[in-house]
């Protein structure tokens, strides 16, 4: 008698690199996007999310000219790694225009808390932390 058992295939973890465009999952089920704005040796990748809810991955130049409304920062890895949280849909290389965006704190843990602020920004969730308005650009616009 011959079993045979299909195993379930493991997922790589996913790359990332600068000028990535992400895809993240807001909690009414839309999507918001980001961008790697910098991979820091010693505080690993820096992102910062558009002002893009509802948008389609496919019109990434429009999605990178819209204004960040949650400040440049440091992300743990393992949230850009994990494709369930930050998928990379497209990549665009930086300007110099690039690099004066507005920067956040320099935290890094293991939640993620720029999508927990784009939540709070678009007031979907009241789900918070300690500082949430130091990583947002201008004043949340509830129930947008």
């Keep these: ?64 000219s819209k204004p960040l409304i949650v400040k440049i920062t440091p992300i743990h ?14 990549n665009k290389p930086l300007t110099e225009a690039n690099f004066s965006k507005l920067r956040g704190p320099l935290v890094i843990a293991g939640d993620n808390r720029q999508l927990i602020a784009a939540n709070h920004f678009y007031g979907l969730s009241d789900e918070t932390f300690n500082d949430v308005d130091d990583w947002i650009v201008g004043e949340p616009r509830k129930g947008r």
């Excluded at 890895?77 to 497209?90: A, I, K, T, Y």
């Design 77 to 90: 890895h393992e949230n850009l790694e994990d494709r369930s949280q930050w998928l990379v849909v497209g």
């Design 1 to 64: 008698v011959s079993v045979k058992y299909k195993l379930k295939k493991i997922p790589k973890r996913q790359e990332y690199k600068v000028g990535d465009i992400l895809r993240g999952t807001l909690a009414n089920g839309e999507y918001v996007f980001a961008r790697v704005f910098e991979d820091h040796p010693a505080l690993g990748p820096h992102i910062g999310v558009y002002d893009s809810r509802g948008m389609d991955s496919e019109k990434v130049d429009e999605i990178i």
